[in-house]
């Protein structure tokens, strides 16, 4: 098959189009024939080497394929696997995975990772689902027990996962605040269903802050950090709850009546199921910033470098 490797790490230019051995699922495992591969962050640190003492066995062994998330459709099963049958239409991860990940005609994943795509959502928006769904889930859901009448705040709304998150906090009956940095980004959170937005650059956060919860904010997601946090921070009320995904850097701070924590997007068959009832339960977008070719990942990886909305996605096949 074809994929995108790394035979080291550094800049974009290491990623090379090869022919390398398609991937034997093993027991408890899907191989997957890749649609859509999606493109983030993590992959880019990946390739820089930033991630390599969280690899398997202190650093995968080169060439690496990279591509943390993707969809396509079911090829094979491995042993043990009954919930999924060849040709099924699905989702997953592969974050760090020693089999390679979804930059290749073809992956194998634990089946505890994969999920059937969310009706209605075609498969190049669902290679760009995985990481920052299942990400948003976890933080909303998990640590900020987000629920109906809730006011929330989503700290860097106009990226992939703040995008996300306000869709799925809406979608669990908050009322959420998104805090961005661009006028396009302010219409795109707006668009995703936050009921009030704060452009840093343009807008008085305090005075939001007042209107959008006199009464204190409930939770905030911080999905990045940066000027503007601390003032959302203090603005929850007493027993407010406050989270972000580790490699938000600097970690937020909080005082002591606030329950603050970090976590990780950590996807199992439970968190498919209700991440795939919240997006069914109303429309739903995952905001695509580009679509490459397959054979174009350096270019989408030296995109990520500058101003975007959403997620990029490669398109295998």
Known sequence: MQAVVIDGYGGPERLELRTVAVPTPAAGEVLIQVAAAGVGVWDVKQREGAMRSMEPNGGLPFPVVLGADGAGVIAA???GVVDFAIGDAVYGIAFLSPKGGFYAHYVAVPAEQVARIPAGMDRIQAGALGVTAVTALRGL???LHVGPGDRV???GASGGLGLTAVQLARAMGASV????TSEDGAEAAREAGAERVVD???DDLPLALREFAPDGLDAVLATAAGDGLAQGIAALRAGGRLAW????YPEPESGPDVVASAFDG???RALFDRLGALIESRPFQVRLAATMPFAEAAAAHRAMESHH???MVLTVR
């Open 177 to 180: 605040l998104g805090v961005v």
């Open 245 to 248: 995904p580790h490699g938000v």
């Open 266 to 268: 950590r996807p199992d």
């Open 309 to 311: 909305l959403g997620r």
């Open 200 to 202: 840093m650059k343009l």
């Open 77 to 79: 099963l491995g042993d």
């Open 153 to 155: 705040l989503v700290f």
């Open 141 to 143: 859901q998990d640590r």
